[in-house]
């Protein structure tokens, strides 16, 4: 059975960590961010890759206070589903073919949203929500039986 979510290896040895080195890390009105994020990326002209990311291609504040959408990424709770991102690597690469199977299918699903309801409090939910319908990227739909 895989696992949801990528490990550190996977994203720093195979992925390059591409999803710290885009400009736009979402933070949420009111979220309680560390000192250390703050001055690792405000102000940040010119700056595409996140300043927390260290030489290693890891986060430097992981059990730290970072960004929600960083915890929670790839997955996000949509309504009665869970969208996964295109854009990172694992779910195009390990996940996607994996699916086809309704068991796998449904471990995942159930895994990952028992992990988004612990990290989110229903307003984030629905900030985040909203926050999708006005995203460009693309998504992959994931439904399955809570067990
Ligand atoms: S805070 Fe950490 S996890 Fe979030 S984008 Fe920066 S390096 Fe990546
Ligand atoms: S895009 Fe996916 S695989 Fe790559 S670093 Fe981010 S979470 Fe890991």
Redesign the pocket.
């Known amino acids: 059975m895989i696992k949801a979510?990528?490990d550190a290896w996977?994203?720093?040895q195979?992925?390059?960590?591409?999803?710290?080195r885009v400009a736009d890390v979402w933070t949420l009105p009111g979220e309680e961010l560390s000192y250390d994020f703050w001055r690792a990326n405000y102000p940040r002209p010119g700056k595409d890759t996140c300043g927390c990311l260290d030489e290693r291609?890891l986060c430097r504040i992981h059990d730290g206070r970072r960004p929600l959408i960083c915890s929670l990424?790839?997955y996000f709770k949509f309504e009665d589903a869970v969208l996964a991102?295109l854009?990172?690597?694992?779910?195009r690469e390990v996940v996607l073919p994996a699916i086809s199977s309704h068991t796998v299918r449904d471990r995942l699903f159930q895994g990952i949203l028992e992990c988004i309801d612990c990290q989110c409090s229903a307003e984030e939910t629905r900030e985040i929500e909203q926050r999708l319908r006005e995203c460009k990227g693309a998504f992959l739909l994931i439904r399955g039986n809570r067990g």
């Not at 195979?14 to 710290?20: A, Y």
């Open positions: 979510y990528p996977y994203c720093s195979v992925c390059g960590s591409r999803c710290c291609g990424f790839p991102s854009s990172c690597k694992y779910v």
